[in-house]
């Protein structure tokens, strides 16, 4: 049972490239989502989903855009990097988000710097 | 809306120090209550839980006690060790149950 997995793990990129960050999960969990964290900010939330075809927009997607065609895949797409989206992303799923439940399981992050 | 505040670090303890780390919050209703450790170059993982008023979490030998009458979720520890270095981030539900919204993080430093 691998959990989440996220690939890369370190990327540089030029401002102005694109790129996908990719991220599995193999607990068939519906929930997953996008968080980036920056020193001293906490994590952000990017993007979620709650299923397979059903995506929104958290407190931070400007810049980003992702898709969700299966259960187990949600990848991030960056089309136009900037310096400002220099981050560690990590990617998270859940079973039962909210009241009672709510246990996120993350992955090891990807850490991208954009110069 | 409903936001988290944790204690400001760095803390740094000796081993077998005592380890408080101070977290608020403010939700509407009793929403669960959850504390995350990062441990250097890894992803976040939940340290322990609390779903409802006066349930105390406890993993690892960290407690925290769900306080509503004074909104918070304090993580402890009576004897912290070097391997407990890491980042606590303190988290609840967004009101939409949708997401987690995290405290900012509060990093720990023990020296032995």
């Known amino acids: 049972n691998a959990g989440v997995t996220q690939t890369p793990k370190f990327r540089i990129l030029k401002i102005g490239q694109s790129m996908t960050l990719q991220c599995t999960q193999d607990m068939n969990h519906n929930y997953m989502y996008w968080y980036r964290q920056d020193p001293g900010m906490g994590l952000k939330l990017i993007y979620y989903?709650?299923?397979?075809?059903?995506?929104d927009k958290g407190e931070v997607p400007n810049g980003y855009n992702v898709s969700r065609s299966t259960t187990e895949d949600f990848p991030l797409r960056l089309e136009l990097a900037a310096p400002s989206q220099t981050s560690v992303y990590f990617c998270?799923?859940?079973?039962?988000?909210?009241?009672?439940?709510?246990?996120?399981?993350f992955g090891p992050g990807t850490r991208l710097t954009v110069t | 809306g409903d936001s988290v505040t944790q204690m400001e670090g760095p803390v740094t303890l000796s081993e077998e120090a005592f380890l408080t780390i101070n977290c608020t919050y403010t939700a509407t209703g009793y929403p669960s209550l959850f504390w995350y450790v990062q441990y250097p170059g890894e992803g976040l993982q939940l340290l322990l839980k609390?779903?409802?008023?006066?349930d105390k979490g406890s993993n690892k030998g960290f407690e925290a006690t769900y306080r509503k009458e004074t909104t918070s979720f304090h993580l402890e520890k009576g004897s912290v060790q070097v391997s407990d270095s890491a980042v606590y981030f303190c988290a609840l539900p967004n009101q939409a149950g949708t997401a987690l919204i995290f405290g900012k993080g509060t990093t720990l430093s023990v020296s032995s």
């Open positions: 989903s709650v299923g397979a075809g059903i995506t």
């Open positions: 998270a799923s859940s079973p039962q988000p909210g009241q009672g439940g709510g246990e996120q399981y």
């Open positions: 609390a779903t409802k008023a006066d």
